[in-house]
């Protein structure tokens, strides 16, 4: 195989995250692809030489489809290919897709059935973890998302055009593409309030004929619009973020008496105006004014109500997050009289969720407003027994003089910095809860875990991101024989 060269093939399985292995079939004469490159109908297939690699790694593509790949890697021997076209569809894709769906870079595997959905994470995630395990442990499988569409209470679009000099869009990246987004107006993954605003700030912003930031010129003023919903209360903060480069504020004014007016099955509580001149294509708070209402939503979890900032790291999917920490706090089992570290404590959902049955819980977040947020909220909540650090969990283990009995971690993606997972496993606790949003990251700790005296216990994965590739792992570990 050569780059550049075209192939069919079947998708057999797909590992952990997208990772969709196929066996080729047949190489596609160049001489009968459209101009798009998708193999056309009456397309002429020379047989695969017996040399050829016997898998190629075709992102996007689900299990039991017939596909045409374009190969665009090759290195080792091991093969990578553009997914070009599906010329079969997999049995289990019986779900309708959104109108974005395949040009939208957000979903991947929202046209399969659930059920497959489910399995398919279940063993991605089985096989990491087995591929560590240096012990027998319990698998408990996996839990589904209560809702498969509309479960999302938070949203980051971007402004930019269709495609290179095209019309303003507002929406997702493009799939497979650095700078093209595309208009997500209707996306099934929220409820029908982010597309009213989402078109409302859209033709807004063209009527007023204002630019978008380029990637190369650096040049605009419109970045990103963050919008957040209570799954529960229904409250709807709604934040435009701009670049100084120029300033618009009678027009912004304008934008949030449009979005008041707008008839939503949800409440706008807060309108901000965020100012971030930074390089890099991430949200970054850089200077937050409220232009109506209020800063925060208040989304209610397990009977506790928790105030979230628009920075701060709150699950996306309120209704599968009471599924989550309703298995973490199983795991987590008898609290009474413990002290408990909450290690990556976001707005303090978990060390609120133990803390009614602990004797004290500490958590420990690096971004200070989410534990502004999590002080407010313990005290909204009635809690006078958790402590709330605004530091890196690497240097904050070192000044902490509390002791902990049971340890929770539930660390960004990338998991957890060597060096702090030596200090959290030197505390010598007997077990812990990791939760984990990335399994390949939980799988590379497991390794020191394991290595350090801890046992992997139980395993149940839990669905927070139904129709993505994502999922998260709540994992039990012990050093104890018998848990
Ligand atoms: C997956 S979230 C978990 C938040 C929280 N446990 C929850 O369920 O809402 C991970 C959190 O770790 C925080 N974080 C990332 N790196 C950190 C570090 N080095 N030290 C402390 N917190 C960190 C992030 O800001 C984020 O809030």
Redesign the pocket.
Known sequence: MKKGEVYTGRVLYADFPNKAVVEPIAKVDKGDLSANDVVIANASFIPMGEEEPSRVIVKNSIPGQEVSFMVNKKKHGKCEGRLLEVIKKADSETNEACPHFGNCGGCVYQTVDYNTQLEMKREQVKKLIDAVAKTDYEFEGIIGSPKFEEYRNKMEFSFGDEFKDGPLALGLHKRNSMYDIVNVSGCKIVDKDYSKILDCVKVWAVSNDLKFLGKNSHEGFLRHLLVRKAVKTKEILIDLITTTQENHDAKIKELSDALLKLDLEGKIVGVLHTLNDSIADVVINEGTEIIYGQDFITEELLGLNFKIAAF????TNSLG?EVL?SKAREYVGETKDKVIF??????G??AQILAPVAKKVVG????ED?VKSAKENAKLNELNNCEFIA????T?LDKIEDKPDFIVL???RDGI?PK?LEKIIDYGVDSMVY?S?KPTSLQRDLVMLQERGYKIKKVCLVDMFPGTVHVETVCLLSRKPQV
């Open positions: 701060a790291f709150f699950q997050a920490y909450d290690l990556y404590s976001g707005t959902t978990i420990v977040e690096i971004v989410a530091e890196d969990v690497l904050a539930d660390p960004p910095n702090a939760i949003c």
